[in-house]
């Protein structure tokens, strides 16, 4: 069964300190994986996609098909980080994306 | 581009009433779909539509329901609600062009109460 597991509610982490936010996700097939964020009053938007290899923000990820893991890092947290994250799991020809519960990142000044 | 337009906002229905929650897409987004957020549990998927077909569902019973017109518009239903149905109910759109799993835009959703 598809399934897509953030370990983690709340992160707190200091400013300028590294953030890593795990996502573990299980799936037989070929995944697409995709981080999605929301800031404070704002709409849930795309962060990054695995596809597309970027760095967005400051944020990347890599897909670790040996560890079906796809953890968001930053070198240096800043205070505007302060979100909840979410990682989700999509399949092209499916048309559904399965979402983690999603990890409170807290970025203390 | 306006976003993703859900209305309403917020609403407060009480046990075994029913609801319709509208979504109005971005122009040219052809794909709706709605997720059911709550605290414990996250995003959880209702359903796809594509074209006014419903392309796949999640693991809701059947008192969950939606449709999608021919402008893309979409509204999903509950009827007989529970109290487990308070939620955060949102709405994305997506291009989803052939074998693309595209970026969803979301709503800012509605939130619905069941007392």
């Known amino acids: 069964a598809q399934r897509v597991t953030q370990p983690e509610k709340l992160l707190s982490v200091f400013k300028g300190a590294p953030v890593e936010l795990k996502c573990n996700y299980s799936?037989?097939?070929?995944?697409?994986l995709f981080w999605y964020v929301q800031y404070s009053r704002q709409r849930l938007q795309l962060l990054l996609r695995h596809i597309s290899r970027e760095s967005i923000k400051g944020f990347t990820a890599d897909l670790n098909k040996g560890e079906t893991s796809f953890h968001l890092k930053k070198p240096f947290a800043q205070e505007e980080d302060s979100a909840m994250y979410y990682c989700a799991l999509g399949h092209s020809g499916t048309y559904k994306y399965i979402f983690g519960t999603g990890t409170r990142l807290k970025v203390l000044a | 581009k306006a976003g993703v337009t859900q209305t309403p906002r917020y609403l407060i229905k009480t046990r075994g009433q029913q609801v319709t929650l509208s979504c109005s897409p971005i122009s040219g987004h052809r794909s709706v779909s709605w997720y059911q957020q709550t605290p414990g549990q996250g995003l959880q998927f209702l359903f796809e539509y594509f074209s006014e077909t419903q392309r796949n569902k999640g693991n809701f019973p059947g008192r969950f329901s939606g449709r999608q017109f021919s402008n893309s518009r979409s509204e999903m239903n509950v009827s007989t609600l529970e109290l487990g149905d308070s939620a955060l109910y949102l709405c994305?759109?997506?291009?989803?062009?052939?074998?693309?799993?595209?970026?969803?835009?979301f709503g800012e959703g509605s939130r619905l109460t069941v007392l």
């Open positions: 994305a759109s997506s291009f989803q062009g052939t074998g693309n799993t595209g970026e969803l835009f």
């Open positions: 799936y037989s097939g070929s995944p697409e």
